[in-house]
């Protein structure tokens, strides 16, 4: 299968997706050429079986592609509309109705595909995007529908909850995974629920929460450990949550926690360990990415090229 074939033959409704463009920026509104994409992509999420499953997929798959698609077709969108413009093509006396014109030519398949087929690596690049997509979002449900049992054990009291959004978080690696926060409703009592999906093995989180447990009984400073479950290549995260402190004594343990943390970073040479990647939930500051540990260092370190490198990774907010 491919982009082109993709186009060509899905049968969609362009009213069916109208609701999920409206409010969405002008450089969104071009993702309408690939509606027809977004149809084929939600027919087979369709045929997922559907226990514990209460998911708008048509919603979820124009926020997350949206997002993914504006920034790869805006530009070369902008550049065919004022190209048409200047040619006296498109209708419409304000810039606004020929903007609206141009919207309208480019959800039409036959100009989509040309508008594809003549920037000769646009069709592989969606292509490659939507394929990632489709294989994270189905591997992501499948792993809940298997542990389902366990996540409720762990976090939730036994309930049994739906799954109602998948939501991507941070960057994305390793064909096109990434953290991803996991919306769940109790059907009995409309409560909603959190939880974090991380695409990786959790072992260095396993021994830095062992060895965080083991100086909780040694210090007067005590830390929060998150509840997870690590499934070997992936994981499950506890949702933290930013919450405020209420006394001028919190805010003093919380900045002496954030000392020890750091301090402990630093031992265990880690980095990446900036505000997006820091919760303050209370009292306490939690580390939520915790994949940096243990950075190897250059061999030579002590000669004057690597001291300023190592004048900045030192500080361990260094990212990569």
Not at 181 to 207: C, F, G, M, T
Request: proline share 4%; glycine share 4%; with cysteine.
């Amino acid at each position: 299968m491919s982009i082109e074939a993709i186009i060509s033959r899905t049968i969609f409704t362009l009213e069916d997706w109208r609701q999920y463009f409206a409010d969405r920026s002008p450089a969104e509104q071009f993702c309408q050429m690939l509606i027809p994409l977004f149809t084929y992509i939600f027919n087979i999420f369709e045929q997922i079986p559907k226990n514990n499953l209460n998911i708008d997929f048509k919603k979820m798959i124009a926020d997350e592609l949206i997002k993914q698609f504006s920034p790869i077709i805006s530009p070369i969108c902008i550049m065919e509309m004022h190209s048409l413009r200047d040619r006296n093509i498109l209708l419409g006396k304000s810039s606004e109705e020929r903007f609206q014109d141009f919207i309208g030519i480019i959800s039409i398949p036959e100009h989509a595909l040309s508008l594809i087929k003549k920037y000769s690596k646009l069709g592989d690049l969606i292509w490659g995007i939507a394929q990632q997509y489709i294989n994270n979002i189905s591997t992501i449900i499948a792993r809940f529908q298997r542990d389902q049992l366990l996540i409720s054990n762990k976090f939730f009291e036994r309930k049994f909850l739906y799954l109602t959004k998948i939501k991507s978080l941070g960057d994305r690696h390793r064909q096109g995974q990434s953290v991803s926060l996991l919306e769940l409703n109790d059907v009995h009592n409309n409560e909603k629920y959190s939880l974090i999906y991380k695409p990786r093995p959790l072992q260095s989180d396993s021994a830095y929460y062992q060895f965080i447990q083991w100086l909780n009984l040694k210090c007067q400073c005590q830390h929060f450990i998150p509840q997870f479950i690590n499934k070997n290549k992936y994981g499950w995260y506890q949702f933290i949550d930013y919450r405020g402190c209420h006394s001028p004594e919190g805010i003093n343990r919380f900045y002496y926690r954030l000392g020890s943390l750091l301090a402990i970073c630093y031992l265990l040479l880690g980095y990446d360990i900036h505000m997006e990647n820091v919760i303050a939930h209370g009292e306490f500051p939690v580390i939520i990415d915790l994949e940096c540990l243990l950075r190897p260092h250059l061999a030579d370190e002590k000669t004057q090229y690597f001291q300023p490198y190592f004048s900045v990774s030192d500080t361990l907010i260094v990212n990569g």
